[in-house]
DNA sequence: GAAGCGTTTGTTATGTTGTACCATCGTCAG
DNA sequence: CTGACGATGGTACAACATAACAAACGCTTC
C-alpha cells in the first residue's frame, strides 16, 4: 500500500491510491451504516481522479456521463455527505475539492498547493497541529475547524 | 494606542480602531506612490467598520449610499487594489473581506474566526509562523501563500 | 492648449459557485 | 397498507466574481 500522508503525486502508483481510497471509504461506510451509494461513490472516484482539487462544476460535467439527471444539488449533496464522512476536503483557497488521505481520523486538513502544477498534497504534521492548538490556546479561543492551506511551488515544479 | 495583533472585539474603543488604520493606510500609500483615492478610502472605511468579515456585496449596498454608480466591479477593484497594498486579507473560508491589524508588514495573516459572533482576530505568532514554514520545507515545498483561518469560539462566546 | 499616456472609474454583461424548495421514489417498521 | 425516512430528481435562484470596453482624469510634452 502506498504510504498515506505524504503521497508524491508525481511518482506515484495513482490507479491503485484511487482503489485504495475506494475500498476504504466502503468499509468505513459500512461500519458506520451510512450508504455509500452509487452515485456518491462515483463522485468521490471523480474527486479521486488526481490529486488536484476540483471544483464541484468540473465534478458536475464528469458525472454527468454516467448520470444523465446530474445537476448542481446532486453533486452539493453528494460532496456535503463524502465530506461529512470526512472522505473529502475542500480547499477553500480554490472553491475546490480533494479527497482525504487520512480517511476514518476525523480532522481538518493541512495542505500544500502547488500554483504551478495543480497537486496538492494534504500533509499529516504534529508539530504544526500543535502549534496551530498553541496558537488558538494563547489567544483563549476554542478551535474547531483548521483551514491551512499552504500555495507555492511544490519540490517537482520548483525544480 | 491600541494594541495591535490582539485585537479584542468585544473591549475595545472601535472608533480610534477605525482612525487608527485610515491613518496608517494614507501614510503607506503615500510613501508607496499609490493612490489611496476617496473611493479606495471608503472601501477600506467600510471593511474596517466592525472586526467581522465583510462580504463584498455588503460594501457594495454600503458603498452604494455614498458612490451611486458603485457595481461589483467597483468594490472588486478597490478590494483587490487594498488587498495588494496589504490593507485588507480575504478570508477564503467566509468569501469575504477583514481590515489587516499589521498594515505595512507585507505577510499572510492567520485568523481566529468565531462561528457564532463573528468575530476575527488576525494574529500574529512567531511560532506558528515557523511551524507552518517547517511543515512546508519538510514536504520540499517553496511556500508562498498561507491561508490560515482557524473557526470556533471566541473567548467572550464560549463563556 | 492640444496630443499622448497611464491610472482610475463607469457600465453592461456574463461567468462561477452554491442553495432553497418541493416532488418523487424506494425501503422498512409498525 | 401506511407513515416515516433517506436518497435522488428537478426548477429556480442567490451569492460571489470577472471580462470587456468606454469615459474621465491628471500629467507630461511639445
Redesign the pocket.
Known amino acids: 500500500m502506498a504510504a498515506r500522508g505524504a503521497v508524491q503525486a508525481h511518482t506515484h502508483n495513482h490507479k491503485a491510491c484511487i482503489e485504495d481510497a475506494l475500498a476504504t471509504a466502503r468499509e468505513l461506510c459500512t461500519e458506520r451504516g451510512?450508504?455509500l451509494?452509487?452515485?456518491?461513490e462515483k463522485v468521490l472516484q471523480i474527486v479521486w481522479k488526481s490529486h488536484k482539487p476540483v471544483?464541484?462544476?468540473?465534478v458536475l460535467d464528469e458525472l454527468s456521463r454516467s448520470?444523465?439527471?446530474?445537476?448542481?444539488?446532486?453533486?452539493?449533496?453528494?460532496l456535503?455527505?463524502l465530506m461529512g464522512e470526512g472522505l473529502i476536503h475542500?480547499i477553500?483557497s480554490?472553491?475546490?475539492?480533494l479527497g482525504c488521505v487520512e480517511a476514518g481520523a476525523p480532522h481538518s486538513g493541512h495542505f500544500l498547493i502547488c500554483r504551478k502544477c495543480g497537486a496538492t498534497e494534504e500533509i499529516v504534521d504534529p508539530k504544526l497541529e500543535t502549534a496551530l492548538d498553541q496558537a488558538a490556546k494563547r489567544a483563549s479561543f476554542r478551535a474547531e475547524r483548521q483551514v491551512v492551506e499552504i500555495s507555492g511551488l511544490c519540490a517537482h515544479c520548483a525544480g
Open positions: 451510512v450508504q451509494t452509487p452515485l456518491r471544483g464541484a462544476y468540473d448520470h444523465k439527471s446530474a445537476r448542481p444539488p446532486t453533486v452539493y449533496r453528494a456535503d455527505f475542500k477553500e480554490l472553491n475546490a475539492y
